[in-house]
């Protein structure tokens, strides 16, 4: 049986308790064993989380010890996947650019706040992970992000949609999914997400799901390769300032 690790916590306003009840559910429909926790530490045991399949973070505005994201980016170097939401994933450390480089990207405005309408637009591509999911509207935030180029985007959102400092420059389309590679492991982003509800939308939980199972599978199809990856650390620890 595949197994998952979903750690929610942090900021209330993201309602991240209901978030992780919502990715257990739809885990669980697929098979997996799920452990819930809500404290960082669970983190702790790099061991542990070696053997998952599927690491899942619901944590925003926190701070987190080295250790704990030393221990996260081995296990999905070694071919754990790692999949999350809005600020669950991508404004989870803001002070840990490790976190940053392993996710690919990191929140940085909403403009307008939340309840803006916008269209999120499918990418023309080959990818399964958007294959035959329409393009569709959503009232929530908008986020602004800075996305590491090496990312594959699977939807944008165009901006500006709200007036402001931005909205001087020219149009620009705003990655909403993406996937990208860490080591050995598969990483699934989606900025949607401000609260439950918004999970709860088809078009959103069809694209979580298809995340899921997509980073689930990297670790089984890594082991069928005999593939072998080292460990990057981070650069945290020696940063100089």
Known sequence: MRKAL??????????????????????EAEGFEVDVQ???????????????????????????????????????????????????????FRKNVDWQFMTGGQWVAHPGNDGVRYTVEMCNSSSPLVEGIANFEVAS???????D?????LATTRFP????????????????????RWGLGRVYYNSLGHQANIMEIAEVQEMMR????????????AAEAGVLAGTYTGMQDNQVN
């Not at 180029?149 to 985007?153: F, I, R």
């Open 6 to 27: 979903i750690v929610w916590g942090g900021w209330d306003g993201h309602q991240p308790e209901q978030v992780a009840h919502i990715f257990k559910r739809q885990l």
């Open 38 to 92: 809500d404290k960082l530490e669970a983190f702790g045991d790099a061991e542990y989380l070696k053997s998952l399949d599927l690491i899942i973070p619901v944590w925003t505005m926190g701070e987190i010890e080295q250790e704990l994201v030393n221990n996260v980016s081995a296990a999905v170097q070694s071919g754990v996947g790692l999949a999350g939401c809005h600020g669950g994933m991508c404004d989870a």
């Open 141 to 147: 935030e908008q986020y602004y992000l800075h996305v």
């Open 149 to 153: 180029p090496a990312v594959e985007v």
């Open 161 to 180: 949609t709200v007036d402001g400092p931005h909205a001087f420059n020219k149009a620009v389309d705003m990655p909403v999914a993406w996937t990208k």
């Open 210 to 221: 298809r995340g899921f199972l997509w980073c689930a599978e990297g670790k089984s199809l």
